[in-house]
């Protein structure tokens, strides 16, 4: 499971709240004197940028930089292309080998992670801010779970036989797209490099990924396992870079078969019209969210506030399902609002590396400024700030939880993703009304419902625009369950069985023979 | 899996460098010829078992146990007709102890219920890392117990066993169910469960594969098992018991049970508390099974059983191909396959080159011991079945077949029987119509498309067949027309545990492997909910 959330890890014996639970010690960070792998990994080497160039990447906990990183451009991407291409052509130890030997690949990498699971976790907080235990046990865990998941599939990725008519015998395969591209975002670098790996690599594609120069380091760190692991060279090439750069030579490159991006809307209609005007490539894309959680009267309320929050700040609000929009019913609105408030006030702000910590600090200035913008687009709008809204002293990047109660659908903080520690609580009076306002946006990523009856539980998430709707409960990711977006949320589905039918072209070879054949 | 008739020979050109074992320890064995060295291969040494370890016992909730009737049989090296060790015999006692310890296992609250789908699939691939690790010596004890060469055992049983558990540990959370738009305000969706405790009766020609056959599927749908080996073959299958719970399935999941078909096979057959039985064997006592299912408790049933698979040669076929893959395709595991290409058809043109080639090859086939990496073909797996391949042999004799080659035993130790060739065999003769299961090649003349269709179809049994051509129209009509589970174009043996396996007619109930194999371990439940209105 892909469980973002302290219960899931509480369930797994772990941690609760950051804290220990159980007497089995604490996963700890692991000290790292050196990073190891900046470079940009290209048919399993380490090359420096032809351009010659480098840049930062910094600690948000700390501000402190943590080593310069080679950049990525276009005619670094057009080496690691050719590579790709070499590695994916017909004849190809990759084309050559048998599914079942792809899955025993993908299979080692899930064990070398396992293996280097404190090393990366370290890295990953580091990089990122989001709290060691969470990326301890959310991002890996789920970054193995899913390469696990895609291992079994290589050899179950089934074409078919159709019955047609007249004298003729037709049957599909399914093949490898060819090269594919891939841009991912800075929240969850890890697992996003295996969600878009994993099924690619299980197909038997061959894969160009720009990790977001906020965070390349654990991309890169696996760079080396995927070497290690035995892939051959060119099969995964890593190029940390910017997005008007790198990832727009891969947008629009001509020898790139496919395309996926996770990352705003904004750049998504980007990366889409780059495609068309390039070569047709195709295109996923996992896009941003303004997700409605829904609470009704009569749902366990203590869980639903719970659920709701974990689901608005988990990550630090940096997640495209963030649950960022939270209608409750009018009957349990002020109750719901007084609990909300009170946890939010607990939540334990501090270093990422400590234990204790679930809360750290945003990811850049950029993301900060941007968060404090519409925090203060909300007061003025004249939404109720509850708590937070504002920095946390001293402290860099770290911002408050923030909760806005009397939240109307038209001001700013109810339309926009603010990719932040922020929840706005609106209040609804009938099932019909809240329905055609939770689906009022543009968004459609995930939704929630909250409610005992079951009759509700279908019928809302029946009517909810939406690629994923939990219904008491949220962020319940699995690698097993498709994931993506209605409307401008995304195209195409990853994980789950879903996912293998973006990385396949569908061929369908037809036999004529001299007579019908029998049934 | 490919069974694709990998010989010793082949292996060695392959230079592999292997190691061959030396079992001490509980099973108390020595076997000189395992310490052999020759100029090509390193035989190493290792010590496996200690002497209190429990690999001859009856395996009930991850724990040895003897038998409750304190019988115990022998098991005995077919290539020199000794004893191996004694094992103890499971009877119907302890085929209600194992069924107990089945059905705990799979009771609503347990570990094994409870348990995440996913971790069920890595507990299968553990199994396959523990049997990759243990690989030479499984195969050496594979083949002391069935006589099969060595090599085989090592390079087509292991390797099929290995393949087959990870295959099945990738499908563990991918048993899908669906969701149905049903008419009216209703919701419909489906689970594909478990069917609950799973007897499984397994022969012994390929005693380690059939295992993983049995459990894999079983296993990966989140089913118990209870398993019977043959009482020829109980070595490796007892072998992967204590694997088992070194990979950490809870106790009960698995539970093994050595003993006799009328014994220990018919308390399983039979018994109420016992939800699906899979059987590997002879169609004779197919029958038996699916009768005494149906007095007891009409529990599920899959049957893989004989087969007399007709091989179809015409005259535009890559005629070397041909040769060899008929050769291997019958004569390989000593002609005992359910597989074995036993009928084959050659057009006319071709056909008297056709068996000269055939005899030429047959007469090269190498036979000795199984531990002598040169050794194609080892004995029959006991002295029951030499008398009944010798006693076949002398039928297509006496009934007029041309004896082109072989025909006899060889050795006066052992259960040898020389690689043997029949022409001019007709349709109506016992050796064209029966099961073998000996290293006997019948070849058949043919004129017609038409003909040989009709002719390779008038069989009770359909699990396998296979035909050779060049020509796609050939290829495909007669692949279409064939009655059995299993086609071959241009190959033979080519099994892999990603297809389906398993026969028309007489040769079985059901498909092992491939993803069709789930659905002989799941039982559907459609959930049905009213709905407070239509929904979109």
């Not at chain 1, 046990?137 to 696990?148: A, C, E, M, Q, W």
């Not at chain 2, 007399?308 to 890559?318: E, G, L, R, Y």
Request: proline share 4%; glycine share 8%; charged share 20%.
């Amino acid at each position: 499971a892909l469980h973002c959330d302290h219960a899931t890890m509480a369930q797994n014996g772990t941690i609760e709240n950051g804290l220990a639970r159980n007497t089995s010690p604490l996963p700890q960070p692991v000290k790292i004197p050196e990073i190891k792998h900046t470079k940009i990994f290209i048919n399993n080497e380490w090359h420096t940028s032809i351009k010659g160039k480098k840049f930062p990447t910094i600690n948000p906990a700390t501000g402190v930089k943590i080593c310069d990183v080679e950049e990525a451009d276009k005619a670094d991407v057009d080496e690691a292309v050719r590579a790709a291409r070499a590695a994916g052509q017909r004849g190809s130890e990759w084309r050559q080998m048998d599914a079942s030997s792809r899955g025993r690949l993908l299979h080692r990498l899930a064990d070398l992670l396992e293996r280097e699971r404190a090393v990366l976790a370290t890295l990953e907080s580091m990089d990122t801010g989001k709290p060691f235990l969470h990326a301890f046990f959310v991002d890996l865990d789920g970054s193995i779970k899913t390469l696990r998941y895609y291992a079994g599939w290589t050899d179950k990725i089934h074409g078919k036989t159709m019955p047609v008519d007249e004298n003729f015998v037709c049957f599909t395969k399914h093949e490898p797209v060819g090269v594919c591209g891939a841009i991912i975002p800075w929240n969850f670098p890890l697992l996003m490099f295996m969600w878009k790996i994993a099924p690619a690599l299980a197909c038997g594609n061959t894969v160009v990924i720009k990790p977001a120069e906020q965070t390349p380091l654990t991309a890169l760190h696996t760079g080396a396992l995927i070497k290690e692991a035995g892939f051959p060279p060119g099969v995964v090439n890593i190029v940390p870079g910017f997005g008007p750069t790198a990832g727009a030579a891969i947008g629009s490159h001509m020898n790139i078969d496919k395309v996926a991006f996770t990352g705003s809307t904004e750049v998504g209609q980007l990366i889409k019209a780059a495609a068309a005007k390039s070569n047709l490539k195709r295109v996923t894309l996992e896009l941003g969210g303004k997700n409605p959680c829904i609470v009704f009267a009569d749902s366990d309320l203590q869980s639903a506030v719970e659920e709701t929050q974990k689901g608005a700040f988990f990550n630090q609000g940096q997640a495209c399902t963030a649950a960022s929009r939270v209608y409750v019913e009018e009957a349990v609105y002020d109750e719901f609002l007084r609990l909300s408030v009170e946890r939010a006030k607990n939540i334990a702000i501090g270093d990422p590396l400590e234990p204790r910590t679930s809360h750290g600090p945003q990811i850049n200035q950029h993301q900060f400024d941007k968060i404090l913008e519409l925090v203060a687009s909300g007061k003025k709008e004249g939404a109720t700030l509850e708590c937070g809204g504002c920095a946390v002293e001293d402290r860099g990047l770290f911002i408050h939880p923030t909760i806005f109660s009397d939240v109307k659908d038209h001001m700013r903080i109810a339309k926009e993703e603010i990719f932040g520690p922020v929840q706005c609580i609106m209040k609804f009076k009938t099932q019909e009304e809240v329905i055609d306002r939770a689906n009022g946006t543009q968004y459609g990523l995930t939704a929630a419902v909250f409610t005992r009856d079951i009759h509700r539980a279908m019928s809302v998430s029946a009517a909810l625009e939406a690629g994923t709707v939990w219904v008491n409960c949220y962020n319940a990711l699995h690698a097993q369950a498709p994931f993506g977006g209605y409307k401008m949320s995304g195209n195409g589905r990853e994980l789950g069985e879903y996912a293998l039918a973006e990385y396949t072209e569908v061929k369908a070879i037809t036999l004529k023979l001299s007579e019908r054949l029998t049934l | 899996m490919g069974v694709r008739g990998v010989s010793a020979l082949e292996a060695v050109q392959q230079g592999v460098i292997y190691g061959c074992v030396s079992l001490l320890g509980s099973v108390a064995l020595t076997y000189e010829s395992l310490s052999h060295t020759s100029g090509v291969f390193h035989f190493k040494t290792h010590h496996f078992f200690t002497s209190n370890s429990g690999q001859s016992r009856i395996f009930i909730n991850n724990e040895w146990h003897d038998s409750v009737s304190g019988k115990v049989f022998s098991t005995y090296n077919p290539a020199t007709g000794e004893k191996i060790c004694d094992v103890q015999e499971a009877d119907k006692a302890d085929v209600d102890k194992a069924v107990q310890a089945a059905r705990s296992a799979f009771s609503l609250d347990s570990v094994w219920r409870k348990m995440d789908a996913s971790e069920r699939g890595k507990l299968l691939f553990k199994l396959a890392d523990l049997v990759e690790r243990d690989r030479a010596y499984l195969a050496t004890l594979e083949s002391l117990d069935t006589g099969k060469p060595f090599l085989s055992s090592f390079f087509v049983d292991l390797q099929g066993t290995i393949k087959t558990f990870r295959y099945f540990a990738g499908w563990a959370d991918k048993i899908h169910g669906s969701t149905i738009p049903t008419d009216g305000e209703y919701f419909t969706l489906t689970r594909h469960e478990p069917i609950g405790v799973c007897g499984q009766i397994v022969p012994w020609n390929f005693p380690l594969v059939m295992t993983a056959w049995k459990l894999g599927p079983a296993l990966s749908c989140g089913n118990t098992v209870v398993l019977k080996p043959a009482e020829q073959t109980p070595l490796t299958c007892l072998y992967i018991g204590a694997l088992i719970r070194e990979a950490g399935f809870p106790p009960g999941v698995v539970n093994i049970l050595p003993g006799y078909g009328p014994t220990a096979g018919a308390a399983i057959a039979s018994h109420m508390g016992i939800d699906k039985v899979a059987f590997t064997g002879s169609t004779e006592v197919g029958k038996l099974i699916q009768e005494a299912a149906g007095k007891s408790n009409l529990k599920r049933v899959t049957l893989e059983l004989g087969g007399k698979s007709p091989n179809i040669i015409f005259a535009d076929a890559d005629f070397e191909l041909a040769v060899e893959q008929a050769h291997q395709g019958v004569f390989f595991n000593n002609g005992q396959c359910c597989t074995a290409g036993s009928r084959i058809f050659v057009e006319e043109p071709i056909y008297d080159e056709f068996v000269r080639r055939s005899v030429e090859r047959a007469r090269r086939r190498t036979v000795g011991n199984p531990f002598d990496p040169t050794a194609e073909q080892g004995p029959q797996v006991s002295v029951e079945q030499q008398r009944r391949v010798l006693e076949l042999i002398q039928s297509g004799i006496t009934e007029g077949a041309k004896l082109e080659c072989g025909g006899k035993a060889p050795l006066s130790k052992g259960f040898f029987v020389e690689p043997t060739v029949f022409s001019d065999v007709q349709d109506h003769m016992r050796i064209a119509k029966e099961e073998i299961f000996g290293p006997v090649q019948q070849i058949m003349k043919f004129k017609t498309i038409e003909e040989v269709i009709e002719r390779a179809n008038n069989t009770e049994y359909g699990l396998a067949a296979a035909v050779f051509t060049t020509d796609l129209n050939k290829a495909m009509t007669v692949s279409a027309a064939l009655q059995a589970g299993t086609v071959w174009i241009n190959c033979y043996n080519a099994l892999s545990c990603q297809c389906p396996f398993g026969g028309f007619k007489m040769s079985g109930n059901g498909r092992e492997l491939g993803e069709i194999g789930l659905k002989e371990y799941t039982e559907v439940k459609t959930i049905t909910m009213k709905m407070s209105g239509k929904k979109s």
